[in-house]
């Protein structure tokens, strides 16, 4: 029996596919009634071909790039961020969120969780989050990283409470970044442009009321393997359109599948199709090169993800219908 997952199945008509999402984010925009868009602009891959679809729908002068840096972020973040909105000639602001993220305690209550595990840490070392678990079939936990000043890595497995007040914290940063973009959306009377790729919007990879808030998510039906062709199609600086994901949210460089996925993204969009494709867990494993046991840890993986994020898709619950509302809009 043939697999699908031999040739390029995840290749797409870059042209036509631009075409689409152009003309939808035309009427998207009259469904909101707002007249341009705002972006904020990571210097990643996702958040650069939205930038573009963007421009390539309404224009460059009715869109607005938000550069957003803050204390843990990758130096080349900004310096990417600078390259797309040059490339498309936006309109664009640098918003440093250090400061007001220092105010609000996002920093000490991060550190305070870190001294619990590592009672020697001074809030200087880096740090960060890692998955454990995903591909063997277990539970996931995650493992607290720092690199001490000398250079010692360090390892040990996060307790539950302190991995709460870690995440807890680090969440401040998308959602302080969401509220800018609707500073300037409101300021501007635009729309808000969520950037999620499929895995991440599937996988519920995105901060409730933080990045996962948005008026129009433009590429959450594309896989991420997808939003690099059309960074191709779309001509992004080079370095934007070969940018690994990452976090981007601890001191210490973060791959996504070490936060997050079972696998590296690219295997992870193999998988998430051939789940979505009733594809069996055999020939996942023979595309793979993985073991059909661990194939099947994989499926598992997704669809437990799948049931412990809906809560990050929910609408407001209502304890009784209003009928005279409708929240969704028609495009």
Request: glycine letters at 8%; one cysteine or more; hydrophobic letters at 40%.
């Amino acid at each position: 029996m043939s697999n699908p997952l031999d040739g390029d199945f995840l290749a797409i008509d870059a042209e036509a596919e631009v075409g689409r999402i152009i003309d939808g984010l035309r009427r998207a925009l009259r469904a909101t009634r707002r007249r341009g868009l705002v972006v904020g602009i990571s210097g990643g891959v996702d958040s650069g071909v939205c930038a573009a679809l963007c421009v390539e729908a309404v224009g460059p002068k009715k869109v607005f790039g938000l550069l957003m840096p803050e204390h843990d972020s990758s130096g080349s973040s900004v310096e990417l961020g600078r390259s797309v909105v040059e490339k498309l000639g936006i309109d664009h602001a640098v918003e440093h969120l250090g400061p007001a993220l220092e105010a609000i305690g996002c920093y000490r209550q991060r550190d305070e969780a870190i001294r619990r595990v590592f009672p020697d840490y001074d809030g200087t070392w880096k740090n960060k989050i890692v998955i454990r678990g995903g591909l063997e079939g277990g539970i996931n936990h995650f493992h607290l990283v720092v690199e001490t000043p000398t250079g010692e890595i360090r390892e040990r497995r996060l307790p539950l409470p302190e991995y709460l007040q870690i995440v807890a914290a680090t969440k401040y940063k998308q959602r302080l970044r969401k509220a800018i973009e609707y500073f300037h959306a409101d300021r501007l009377n635009y729309a808000v442009i969520g950037t999620p790729n499929r895995l991440e919007y599937d996988q519920g990879f995105f901060v409730k009321n933080g990045d996962g808030s948005a008026d129009i998510k433009p590429i959450a039906h594309l896989y991420k393997t997808q939003v690099y062709q059309l960074a191709r199609h779309l001509d992004l600086p080079e370095a934007v359109a070969t940018a690994t994901p990452t976090t981007d949210t601890y001191s210490m460089e973060q791959g996504q599948d070490e936060f997050y996925f079972a696998l590296p993204w690219d295997r992870m969009d193999i998988a998430l199709w051939a789940l979505n494709h009733d594809v069996p867990a055999e020939q996942l494993a023979e595309r793979l090169g993985i073991s059909v046991e661990q194939a099947e840890h994989v499926y598992d993986d997704i669809r437990a993800k799948r049931r412990t994020t809906r809560y990050q898709h929910a609408l407001p619950i209502l304890l009784a219908p209003v009928p005279e509302i409708d929240h969704t809009l028609k495009i």
